[in-house]
C-alpha cells in the first residue's frame, strides 16, 4: 500500500489567496483526520470523517477554514481566504476504528508545507 | 475536551542513558495512550501504545506506563542511541472512531 497520499507538498502562496489540500486515505480505512502543526501549537486536530461523515469540527479555527470528503478515498481541506498565520504544515491520517481490525494507530500522511505571504 | 501536558520539551542525554518523558492527561474517559515519534522534516510514526487496561507494555528498548488513577503515563528508552533523535508526541483518546490529542512534543537529543 502506498499510505497516506497528501498534495501538494509544498505550497506558497499569498495572503487573500484560496488554498485547496488534498488527501487519499489508505484503502480500506474509514477514518480520516486532519491536522495542523505548528512549533507554537504543536498537533491540533482541526476535524475528522468516519464513513466520509464529519464528526467533529470543532478544531477548525475559523469560517475560512472547511473540509469535505466527497468518497472513500479522497478528503480535501480548503482555506479561503489564507492569512499569514495559517502557515504551517498540515497533516491528513487515517484508521481502521471498526471491527477487529481496529487498533487506533494513525497513519500520517508526508505533510502540505504551507506558507501564506 | 481531553487536554495533555507533555514534559519536558527538550530532553539532552548521553548515547547510551535512559530518556524519560512523562504525561498527564484529563479526561478520565480516555484509554488509549499512543506514542509517536516525529523525524526531522518527516510525518509523526507510531513507536509503542498503551491501552488503560494493561499498566505497562515494552518493546525492546522502549517501555511505557500508565497510571490511571494520577492520569499519567511515561516513555522510557533505554540504552539511547543516534537515531533516537527526534521529537516524541504522546496522545490520548477515549478509542473508537475519535481523534487522538496530542502532548506539544518533546524534542529528544542524544549526544555522542
Known amino acids: 500500500d502506498a499510505g497516506v497520499i497528501q498534495s501538494p507538498r509544498h505550497e506558497v502562496t499569498e495572503m487573500g489567496q484560496e488554498v485547496t489540500l488534498r488527501c487519499k486515505p489508505i484503502s480500506g480505512h474509514n477514518s480520516l483526520f486532519w491536522y495542523r502543526q505548528t512549533m507554537m501549537r504543536g498537533l491540533e486536530l482541526l476535524i475528522y470523517f468516519n464513513n466520509n461523515v464529519p464528526i467533529d469540527d470543532s478544531g477548525m479555527p475559523e469560517d475560512r477554514f472547511s473540509a469535505k470528503m466527497p468518497n472513500a478515498s479522497f478528503s480535501t481541506l480548503k482555506i479561503q481566504p489564507s492569512e499569514p498565520r495559517d502557515s504551517a504544515v498540515y497533516f491528513c491520517?487515517?484508521?481502521?476504528?471498526?471491527?477487529?481490525?481496529?487498533?487506533?494507530?494513525?497513519?500520517f500522511g508526508e505533510g502540505s508545507r504551507l506558507t501564506v505571504l | 475536551g481531553e487536554n495533555v501536558e507533555q514534559h519536558p520539551s527538550t530532553l539532552s542525554v548521553q548515547e547510551g542513558d535512559s530518556a524519560v518523558i512523562k504525561c498527564t492527561y484529563s479526561d478520565s474517559a480516555s484509554n488509549y495512550f499512543p506514542w509517536y515519534k516525529q523525524e526531522l522534516g518527516k510525518r509523526p510514526q507510531l513507536i509503542i501504545d498503551i491501552r488503560s487496561n494493561v499498566g505497562e507494555k515494552k518493546d525492546q528498548r522502549i517501555a511505557v506506563t500508565l497510571n490511571k488513577t494520577a492520569k499519567h503515563f511515561s516513555l522510557h528508552i533505554t540504552e539511547t542511541q543516534p537515531e533516537d533523535s527526534a521529537v516524541y508526541f504522546c496522545a490520548a483518546s477515549e478509542g473508537g472512531a475519535d481523534g487522538l490529542t496530542f502532548g506539544k512534543g518533546t524534542h529528544l537529543i542524544i549526544q555522542p
Open positions: 491520517a487515517s484508521s481502521t476504528p471498526t471491527g477487529t481490525a481496529y487498533t487506533g494507530e494513525l497513519f
